[in-house]
């Protein structure tokens, strides 16, 4: 009868574990702070800056927001296509210095999404979920590629899950992650099916657009990485990561670029990564900041040039030509640190 009842509750244990595992999700707290000398002629009459706006959400809470420095105006906006929020912050006379200072409180949660073996798959309803199947922001040859790569992937698989499990594995297995790219890189499909290496936004790049491809719902999500240590630079600490939807349960939060991260910089084998195969799937740390999604970004208030192809980073134009040396702006003169108060580590389950 003992043996019977401690069987009984190891079964519940397990069963329960997911939620157990949310209720115990970690957390990290601190300060984020934007400083910004605008490297931009002084005899220009207008410069408009963009930066990233992050809001508090069911994974984060942003609190004790402030805006300083000697701009004409700066306002919070939001683009209607993908709802991504921004500073916009704008000079209307020559300077010869233009300055911000932008910083918030940040409390993150680790994301645990981990739950779903316990959910019947539900038909997906095509009208709730169609923009994110969508491969209309991919050019026609990166289109077909990805059509192609999503057959042979998901071959024999019905399921939401079951596609979604076969692309994540494929990704893991097959690319790699290139150090030697620039920032988070430029996420172009067409090419990346071929070299099959890159960073954090080109391996989600390549999971979201086979995802789609896949008869998967799938989008990146965008933000920033809480660096390590009490205090630290974080001006090129950027990160992003991904999501799809399985319907009757909701969106499974994947990392498949910190697989390859952690392979990279640990030199491990597949074999040997296997527990931080199994974690990103369905679960993300709590080093990380949410800004939002989408590619092909038009800001609000819409810029002179052509659209973003992802909003990650701060943009600029002075008198309608863009100040970006590239997507990255590195060249504009900001830094980003990161001050921690309160920390617990997160490894791998």
């Not at 969106?251 to 640990?266: F, G, N, S």
Request: with cysteine; hydrophobic share 40%; proline share 5%.
């Amino acid at each position: 009868m003992i043996k019977k009842r401690v069987l009984l509750v190891l079964v519940a244990v397990l069963w329960l574990w997911p939620v157990f595992d949310t209720l115990h999700a970690k957390e990290r707290r601190g300060v984020v702070t934007m400083m910004v000398d605008l490297k931009a002629p002084a005899e220009a009459r207008t410069v408009r800056l963009w930066v990233p706006y992050p809001l508090s959400d069911e994974n984060q809470e942003i609190t004790r927001i402030g805006v300083t420095g000697n701009y004409s105006s700066a306002q919070v906006y939001r683009e209607g296509r993908f709802g991504n929020t921004m500073l916009f912050v704008e000079w209307n006379e020559p300077s010869p210095s233009r300055t911000l200072t932008y910083k918030f409180d940040v409390t993150r949660k680790e994301r645990i999404t981990k739950d779903f073996t316990t959910t019947r798959e539900l038909p997906l309803s095509q009208r709730e979920i169609a923009k994110f199947l969508t491969l209309d922001d991919y050019n026609p040859s990166a289109q077909q590629k990805v059509k192609d790569l999503a057959a042979r992937i998901t071959k024999g698989k019905s399921t939401v899950l079951a596609k979604a499990e076969a692309v994540y594995g494929w990704i893991v297995e097959n690319m790699h992650r290139d150090a030697n790219v620039k920032g988070c890189g430029f996420g172009e499909v067409d090419k990346l099916v071929e070299t099959l290496g890159g960073k954090c936004a080109d391996i989600h790049a390549v999971f979201v657009a086979v995802a789609r491809a896949s008869g998967v719902p799938a989008h990146e999500i965008y933000g920033l990485r809480m660096p390590a240590g009490n205090s630290a630079d974080a001006t090129k600490a950027q990160h992003c990561w991904a999501e799809f939807y399985l319907p009757g349960y909701g969106w499974v939060v994947v990392d498949p670029a910190d697989v390859a991260k952690a392979i990279l910089e640990k030199n491990l084998t597949l074999a040997q990564a296997r527990p931080y195969r199994e974690y990103f799937f369905g679960a993300v740390d709590e080093s990380r900041i949410a800004y939002g999604t989408g590619r092909n970004i038009v800001l609000n208030p819409a810029q002179a040039n052509a659209p973003l192809t992802y909003f990650m980073y701060p943009y600029a134009e002075a008198d309608g030509k863009m100040l970006n040396e590239d997507l990255y702006g590195f060249n504009l003169g900001y830094t980003i640190t990161f001050s921690e108060e309160q920390a617990t580590a997160s490894t791998p389950r």
